[in-house]
């Protein structure tokens, strides 16, 4: 499936409104039989939209729905290779295919991923409609050496399109998380295709949680946020998709060519673990330390018995006291 079909899209503009509609209108509307309306509803329910009965009343979405919008985005980014896709596999996947045929600094978004990658072969839980799934292909042609900083510089750019978008007080957990007050609100994967010598091929994909389905929320095994939940309005996709279009437009050229170093400053600002006791999870054994940031290849830097190492790959997290 790549998208709803005629009937399927018809149901969702009308219950985008976020007000009652009785089974018998909609049936009207869609042409169909009010068991067939049913099956339409429990579609939509299937792919995350939080839709629910009221005897007497008809269905409802539990909030209205706005829906990604292409030529808004381009026309707020001034950016022409933007894809805006219903329902797809993955964003990454989608733009890993289609590798070398892409016009540099292409993007794809979608409502929905069917299967949806985090890190670590893990799934990232991607409901219809609800949260941000944007991937970008960049393509480095001074190769592979320069990438060590790159997820980190990716998620300086995250932080700066939701500071434009009004959101604040989001920090960074080494090397691609972000974070609010101790839970993960937004993610990074980045996926390369690259031959020794030759230009690196890489999908940079940003899953940002916007607005969390009850139901979907039960499938996620970490503390998380969403950015409905720490601002007051309603939270503009189309927006916050465009800030980060020109915010990776800005930085990914600057990064290239200076690397890291200019923005060593921001990360520190932003680590949310800086000078705490962390543990650090590597492939076979934890490790015990004090973060104390990173260097200028990215690489985070742990105090142990007052010595400094550094650690190039591994995951993060607080060691409580
Ligand atoms: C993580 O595990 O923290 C990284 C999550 C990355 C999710 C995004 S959503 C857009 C892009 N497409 C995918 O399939 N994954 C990334």
């Given at each position: 499936m790549s998208e709803l079909n005629e009937q399927g899209n018809a149901l969702l503009k009308l219950l985008a409104d976020g007000h009652f509609h009785s089974g018998e209108k909609i049936g009207e509307l869609l042409g169909v039989s009010r068991t067939s309306v049913n099956n339409y509803i429990k579609g939509l329910q299937e792919i995350g939209l939080d839709i629910y009965k009221v005897p007497g009343r008809g269905y409802q979405s539990a909030t209205p729905i706005d829906l990604l919008d292409e030529k808004i985005i381009r026309s707020l980014s001034q950016h022409a290779h933007v894809k805006v896709e219903q329902?797809?596999?993955?964003t990454n996947k989608w733009l890993l295919d289609k590798i070398p045929n892409l016009k540099n600094g292409q993007i794809c978004i979608a409502e929905y991923q069917l299967a949806g990658r985090g890190r670590r072969g893990r799934t990232w839980v991607s409901p219809f409609a609800s949260h941000l799934y944007f991937s970008y292909y960049w393509r480095f042609e001074?190769?592979?050496?320069?990438?060590?900083?790159l997820s980190l510089l990716v998620g300086i750019a995250t932080v700066n399109a939701l500071e434009e978008t009004g959101i604040k007080g989001v920090s960074l957990k080494w090397p691609n998380d972000l974070y609010y007050q101790g839970k993960k609100l937004a993610g990074i994967l980045i996926e390369l295709n690259a031959q020794a010598n030759e230009a690196c091929h890489t999908v940079i994909g940003i899953g940002i949680n916007v607005r969390m389905p009850p139901e979907q929320a039960k499938l996620i095994d970490q503390p998380w946020i969403d950015l409905s939940s720490l601002s007051d309005g309603k939270v503009d996709r189309n927006l916050l998709s465009a800030n980060l279009i020109s915010q990776l437009q800005k930085l990914l050229p600057e990064y290239e060519k200076n690397g890291l170093k200019p923005h060593l400053t921001k990360w520190f600002e932003l680590d949310?673990?800086?000078?705490q006791p962390v543990n650090v999870l590597l492939a076979d054994k934890h490790k015990a330390g004090i973060c104390r940031g990173i260097d200028e290849h990215g690489a985070l830097l742990l105090e142990c018995n007052g010595n400094i190492e550094t650690y190039i790959g591994g995951e993060v997290s607080l060691r409580l006291a």
């Open positions: 329902i797809l596999d993955s001074s190769g592979i050496e320069k990438l060590s900083g949310c673990f800086l000078n």
